[in-house]
């Protein structure tokens, strides 16, 4: 219990001082710039605003709420339940401060900035607030993994990935004689499954993830009821890889002992597909005054270069099977067919990697203001036009070549589903670097566990692998 109040306290010390930073930005954008068009504003000092301590009150009572202190949840997850539970608390203070007739003394626009930073401040100090309390081991919760196989790796690589999600594996239980003291990520195999009991009690284990999804459902029932008599909380994974379900409802029927999975595919909903449509029109033509000079500028250094347009057309697959003239800057010399069929002709090993990838790693038709452009994926920038025509989306799969339909196979009715995209969950996957029945696979997944959020998420990871330049060519 002492614990656990540590850990509450940490995170709403780490929540009042995202709030107070997001405040004096708000504040600061108030008094430096919208002053110095509207002179009859009346003056508010950052220490005013520091005054009405019911403001930040409400936002850690909302956070409170939507249940963020009591779960560990990855970034993207907690990410989403955090914008939810700012959004609510700052529409509940601009209704508290229009209805209570309080504009003379509390800023609406200061309101409405300190919602609008507070949802990118709040994340970014709680992914950083939480490494330091999980270095303090304030935000650290022991886990035993029971499974040592092919689930309990991938489980322990994610929870490495997230670290802070506070959990911190101690090792590995496994009936497999030959796994017997081997080491996965660091962890070792510390004994057989029925070792459990000893293990949550000598070291105070309070969570334990069941990680054999190919055990029988009786055995795996009969498991699972034994460690959650021993343990707080248990995670079990069931045998449902493949399946999409992100966009999953759970309904019990108690008496007969079953749930179902309510699998909702949302690109299936009209509403949906025009809310991702206005999505794309609205931050496409926002981004244009900033997107404009930058293409320009980029056309211009491609034709100083070599000779030939700066921007090309190519013929892709779109939705519902479609044929679209798909835009990219041209990154290639104008004989780039013949140098192509020149190395594949002389080269078994690269004609192998291009037969597999449709991509050289080395491409020699690539220019080198080109190989820069593919690098930062900056070649993609005139695809905006695409999106602004409807052909494209700014998230979605990506736009295959026609001669792609083979080798995509059977999800070809599945990617057809949804407009290509600028960027998409491959491109932060590992982009180039992935192989591709993997890249077809992520376009698949995406579409069936479409949601605005999922398109969010894809926008800024997309931001942060452009700048690292990370699995490109």
């Avoid at 508290?96 to 309101?111: A, C």
């Avoid at 759970?250 to 309510?262: A, G, I, Q």
């Avoid at 609205?282 to 700066?310: C, D, R, Y």
């Avoid at 697959?317 to 479609?322: D, S």
Wanted: some cysteine; proline content about 4%; aromatic content about 12%.
């Amino acid at each position: 219990m002492t614990k656990k109040i540590s850990q509450v306290f940490g995170l709403i010390s780490i929540d009042l001082l995202a709030f107070y930073i997001s405040l004096f930005i708000a504040w600061a954008i108030r008094a430096k710039i919208v002053d110095t068009f509207f002179h009859d504003l009346p003056p508010f000092s950052y220490i005013h605003f520091i005054s009405f301590l019911w403001i930040p009150a409400i936002f850690i009572l909302f956070i409170f709420y939507g249940g963020i202190y009591e779960k560990n949840l990855p970034f993207w997850d907690e990410t989403k339940s955090l914008v939810k539970s700012i959004s609510l608390a700052s529409i509940t203070l601009l209704a508290i401060v229009t209805l209570g007739k309080l504009g003379d003394k509390v800023s609406r626009f200061v309101l409405l900035g300190t919602w609008l930073t507070s949802v990118f401040i709040f994340p970014i100090f709680r992914l950083w607030g939480k490494k330091i309390l999980y270095n303090l081991g304030i935000w650290k919760e022991r886990v035993l993994i029971i499974g040592a196989g092919n689930a309990g790796r991938l489980v322990m690589e994610g929870l490495h990935r997230e670290k802070h999600m506070g959990y911190d594996v101690i090792g590995f239980l496994d009936d497999d004689e030959q796994k017997k003291d081997d080491t996965i990520n660091g962890k070792k195999v510390l004994g057989k499954v029925t070792d459990f009991r000893g293990f949550i009690k000598k070291m105070g284990i309070k969570i334990v993830i069941i990680a054999m999804p190919s055990l029988p459902s009786e055995r795996l029932s009969v498991l699972t009821a034994d460690v959650q008599n021993h343990a707080a909380n248990t995670m079990v994974i069931p045998d449902l890889k493949g399946i999409a379900l992100i966009n999953t409802d759970l309904l019990h029927l108690f008496r007969e002992e079953l749930f179902l999975m309510n699998i909702r595919n949302n690109l299936k909903s009209v509403t949906n597909r025009f809310i991702k449509m206005l999505f794309d029109i609205t931050v496409s033509v926002i981004s244009m005054p900033l997107l404009l000079p930058v293409i320009g500028i980029i056309g211009i250094i491609i034709k100083s270069e070599t000779p030939g347009p700066a921007i090309y057309a190519h013929d892709r697959i779109g939705k519902n099977g479609k044929i679209f003239r798909c835009y990219k800057f041209r990154t290639m010399y104008r004989d780039a067919e013949e140098r192509l069929k020149e190395i594949l002709d002389s080269d078994e090993e690269i004609r192998n990697e291009w037969l597999e990838n449709w991509k050289l790693k080395d491409d020699p038709r690539i220019t080198k203001v080109g190989r820069f452009l593919r690098k930062t994926s900056l070649d993609e920038l005139p695809q905006i036009f695409n999106v602004i025509k409807g052909e494209m989306s700014l998230v979605g799969p990506r736009p295959y070549l026609l001669r792609e339909k083979a080798d995509i196979g059977e999800n070809l009715h599945v990617i057809c589903g949804a407009k290509p995209g600028i960027t998409g969950l491959w491109q932060v996957s590992g982009r180039s670097d992935t192989g591709y029945r993997y890249r077809v696979k992520l376009d698949s997944w995406y579409i069936m566990n479409w949601s605005l959020w999922l398109d969010i998420a894809i926008i800024f990871k997309t931001i942060r692998v452009v700048i690292k330049t990370e699995g490109a060519y």
